[in-house]
């Protein structure tokens, strides 16, 4: 069964940091273009960062960057995002995201699986 | 950055009917766009791609529409377990990619 599982999620105090994983199961995560999305507290979906299959390009947004690192370990299967510098706006819950193979290699960026989220909590 | 609206914000349907949302670009995407479904407590759901192709597993009922500025998602005929809210999202210009605001189906 294709699967993602994210971890890492918890209680961080402004300023803190936090690493999120994401464990994928059930495919080769090396050949797949990756996203990290997040949804605050009864909010919509906000675009994180994205990252290619190989890791060389890494895409963020404007409200993380700078202060968020998005990786990959493709020999483990597994995607990270390390959350530096955590704002109280930054408390959501955080889905990783596969783009499908065919997608990327038009640029196309939409997610056909997700995990079921990790939750991250920035308050003092 | 492409604003993505979403029309209306809540939807009160009955079981059998159907439903109609619109999803507005602030300019252009050609027919970048997916449409993904969410039940509280869950992830999203990819439904359409490509403006009006359904992904695996996405029953008929489901049909994607438009392209450039504006699209549309219709449910032909409601069932219990597509009360939920649903979410556009452009790739066309990205990054960073946007989703719209959704829409919230709800049982009338």
């Known amino acids: 069964e294709v699967q993602l599982v994210e971890s890492g999620g918890g209680l961080v105090q402004p300023g803190g940091s936090l690493r999120l994983s994401c464990a994928a199961s059930?495919?080769?995560?090396?050949?797949?273009?990756m996203n990290w999305v997040r949804q605050a507290p009864g909010k919509g979906l906000e675009w994180v960062s994205d990252i290619n299959s190989s890791g060389s390009v890494r895409y963020y947004a404007d409200s993380v960057k700078g202060r968020f690192t998005i990786s990959r370990d493709n020999a483990k299967n597994s995607l990270y995002l390390q959350m530096n510098s955590l704002r109280d706006e930054d408390t959501a819950v955080y889905y990783c995201?596969?783009?499908?193979?065919?997608?990327?290699?038009?640029?196309?960026?939409?997610?056909?699986?997700w995990g079921k989220g990790t939750t991250v909590t920035v308050s003092s | 950055e492409i604003v993505m609206t979403q029309s209306p914000a809540a939807l009160s349907v009955s079981l059998g009917e159907r439903a109609t949302l619109s999803c507005r670009a602030s300019q252009s995407v050609s027919s970048n766009l997916a449409w993904y479904l969410q039940k509280p407590g869950q992830a999203p759901r990819l439904l359409i791609y490509?403006?009006?192709t359904r992904a695996a597993g996405t029953p008929a009922r489901f049909s994607g529409s438009g392209s450039g500025t504006d699209f549309t998602l219709t449910i032909s005929s409601l069932q219990s377990e597509d009360f939920a809210v649903y979410y556009c999202?452009?790739?066309?210009?990205?990054?960073?990619?946007?989703f719209g605001g959704g829409t919230k189906v709800e049982i009338k």
């Open positions: 995201g596969r783009v499908p193979m065919a997608a990327s290699s038009y640029h196309y960026n939409y997610l056909d699986v």
């Open positions: 999202q452009q790739y066309d210009h990205w990054p960073p990619l946007t």
């Open positions: 059930g495919f080769s995560l090396s050949s797949y273009e």
């Open positions: 490509g403006a009006s």
